[in-house]
């Protein structure tokens, strides 16, 4: 990164050097060195490439007998010359030095003895040795190099005992202050803080520049990476202030890669994208009048990775039409978002059914979701229709929006073997029909709130999908005593997510909390009001050493319970594998209310691969009997279980796949499945 700087030639065009040359009193007959540094190459500057003032081209030499002509009050860049004698001529005049004195300007206060002798250490002519014409340039070069002169000049004169030679020096003023200009996200303190020791002291152009690749380096860790300090200006009171290019961002767009890895087609013409532009945009911290930050940049990224609509993406960065700033482009490839699946079997309990299967995650380009599952068999015909969108457009607080319409079919834990229905004992089906749909907005980073309805007729059937009302046992199924009820269920969820890593946390906490309250209606006018909470808590450990990664014991607590009417379907059930593993689904019983306890212990295997320790403990808090029909003493359950065991934890791209062999308290087995933690 280049940075160019102003030297304190505005210091010495305003001082009687400039006005009284040094060597305008000098005979004729005198030697006379030219009093500028020997240029040095600066490397060009980075993109994006600020405007840079004009670069001041040091004197050249003076011809013998010709005083030196004082430097132009011109803008030059603040470049120490280097201090490596250059190459001297081979047939070079060499004279012998008598004496070496060193003097400012007339009419300047004398040199402080602590520069005089930086001076003497400075320079290679010395009393009794030879000098050259070259000698003379290198040291004036090596006296630059201190950093604390703005002009010096080196005068021969013959004398008796050989030449003397007087540097003549004009030091850099007192430094009063540093101040910055163009500065946005520069915190308080920092300058005082790299500066602060040279206020009060003269002027140092090395240490000023040590303190300006410092600052830089605040930016650099900071994540300011195109931050750089394009100009410093200096007055001769001894200010200083640094004009900063902290990288603005002028714009941002959006490009669309090819499967050739390129944003324009073989016409030079732009790729074009099914993805809207704001889709994208919209997920972006950055915005236009913001200082770029690479940090802040990435996260970015990962939230546009996340949509789920790329397969590869990609930050580039230009210079904008004010050579200062930068456009930032968002260079993405999108990925296949629909699908389409067809199927057919053959089931003891449906006959022969079909399937047919929807899915577009991107639909119109505005990252909505819309799905279609439909399974038509001899005597059913089930369906889910499912719309999402996760950001309704236009609104600020990021308000998703989902609903769906349904017609379900699944077997009951609630009222299962050995209690069925019917001459045959036959196991009940639970069919749901119904819709709803749902709002949800995060609240803050790590908090969000939903809040929706949904309608269901829900029927209790047989295998030949006919309406059940009363198990084996004469016990009644639904709240109406018909085999269906009516609900109208107002659902409000709130979760806090303090984990250090959504996917594998090793300290912090979630909190979740769900309340569902009936509107009375139709068959069984139910009215209640369920509430289920859940609480989780990981300690970061380092028991084991398989692999490098992730340790954590993680504890969960969940309760829940109803008040008012209770369908005996919509009981808690306990047991299965994300309840109380090594149980069966449902075995160990079902109540009014719950409790479950969990605790694991999570260690890296190797690679991709993880292990779990776990325990958990569920009980219905003795509430089975209150659920109409006590379904659960009616089948033996014992309302509460523990089970314990250890399971593999595979990461795909779809999450963590989960595999636990369990054993419970009862003294049975259990091998469960899953995607994702258990909590």
């Known amino acids: 990164m280049r940075i160019n700087l102003l030297v304190f030639t505005a210091i010495a065009a305003s001082s009687t050097l400039l006005s009284n040359p040094l ?4 005979a004729p007959a005198r030697q006379e060195i030219a009093q500028a540094p020997t240029p040095q190459p600066t490397p060009p500057p980075a993109t994006p490439t600020p405007s840079t003032p004009p670069t001041n081209t040091p004197t050249q030499p003076a011809q013998p007998a010709t005083p030196p002509q004082p430097p132009q ?9 280097s201090n490596t004698p250059a190459p001297a001529p081979a047939a070079e005049v060499q004279v012998l030095v008598g ?42 070069n090596a006296i630059f190099a201190t950093g604390f002169f703005s002009n010096v000049q080196a005068e021969p004169e013959d004398t008796d005992i050989g030449v003397r030679v007087t540097f003549f020096v004009l030091p850099n003023p007192v430094l009063k202050s540093v101040n910055t200009e163009g500065t946005k996200v520069l ?21 000023i520049q040590t303190g300006v690749k410092e600052l830089e380096k605040y930016y650099q860790d900071k994540g300011y990476v195109l931050a750089q300090i394009v100009d410093i200006k200096a007055t001769p009171e001894g200010n200083i202030n640094l004009v900063v290019s902290e990288g603005v961002i002028e714009g941002i767009k959006v490009a669309f890669i090819n499967e050739d890895g390129k944003t324009v087609d073989k016409d030079g013409k732009p790729v074009s994208g099914n993805t809207r532009d704001f889709i994208i945009t919209r997920e972006l911290t950055i915005k236009e009048g913001e200082i770029f930050n690479k940090n802040t940049v990435q996260g970015d990224l990962q939230k546009v990775f996340a949509l789920g609509l790329f397969e590869d993406l990609n930050i580039g960065l230009a210079p904008g039409t004010d050579p200062r700033k930068v456009i930032v482009t968002v260079n993405v490839k999108e990925r296949n978002t629909g699908s389409i699946a067809a199927g057919a079997g053959l089931s003891s309990s449906t006959g022969l059914f079909g399937t047919v299967s929807f899915q577009q995650q991107n639909l119109g380009g505005n990252n909505q979701k819309l799905g279609l599952d439909i399974q038509v068999g001899e005597r059913e015909l089930l369906f889910d229709l499912n719309f999402t969108d996760p950001w309704l457009a236009g609104d600020p607080y990021r308000t998703s929006f989902t609903a769906n319409l349904f017609n379900r079919r699944l077997f009951s834990y609630v009222f299962d073997s050995p209690v069925g229905i019917g001459a045959d004992n036959d196991t009940p089906r639970i069919n749901r029909l119904g819709t709803g749909f749902s709002f949800s907005r995060p609240l803050s980073s790590n908090t969000t709130a939903s809040l929706g309805l949904r309608y269901e007729r829900v029927s209790i059937t047989d295998s030949n999908n006919a309406i059940a009302t009363v ?23 709130y979760a806090s997510d303090q984990r250090d890593n959504p996917i594998k946390p090793s300290s912090g906490s979630v909190f979740r909390i769900a309340t569902e309250q009936s509107i009375p209606i139709g068959l069984g ?20 050493n398989f692999s490098e990664g992730t340790q954590a014991l993680a504890f969960n607590l969940q309760a829940g319970t109803v008040i008012g009417t209770l369908p005996p379907y919509e009981a808690f059930q306990l047991g299965g594998s994300n309840s109380v593993r090594g149980w069966d689904e449902g075995k160990i019983g079902s109540g009014r209310s719950f409790g479950i306890f969990s605790a694991e212990y999570r260690f890296p295997v190797f690679n991709i691969v ?6 958990d403990y569920g009980t219905d808090l003795g509430s089975a009997s209150s659920v109409p029909g006590n379904p659960a003493g009616a089948r033996n359950k014992p309302g509460s279980g523990a089970g314990y065991g250890i399971g593999v934890r595979v990461q795909s791209p779809l999450g963590a796949i989960r595999v636990d062999y369990g054993l419970s308290s009862n003294g049975g087995t259990q091998f469960s499945f899953g995607l994702g933690e258990k909590f």
């Open 525 to 544: 006018s139910i009215f209640l009001n369920r509430v289920r909470a859940s609480y989780s808590y990981f300690i970061p450990v380092n028991f084991l």
């Open 99 to 140: 004496e070496v004195a060193i003097k400012t300007p007339e009419g300047q206060p004398p040199l402080p003895p602590e520069l005089q002798q930086r001076v003497y250490d400075a320079i290679a002519t010395k009393p009794g040795r030879t000098v050259t014409k070259t000698q003379l340039q290198s040291d004036i």
């Open 471 to 493: 198990d084996s046992l004469g016990n009644p199924l639904t709240s109406s005593g018909t085999g269906q009820d009516d609900l109208l269920l107002l659902q409000f969820a």
């Open 73 to 81: 009050p011109t803008t030059p860049t603040f470049t120490l010359p």
């Open 610 to 615: 993880g292990g779990v320790l776990f325990f």
């Open 23 to 26: 060597l305008a009193k000098a």
């Open 187 to 207: 915190e308080a303190g920092v300058i005082d803080r790299i500066f602060g020791s040279q206020i009060g002291k003269v002027t140092n152009l090395k240490d």
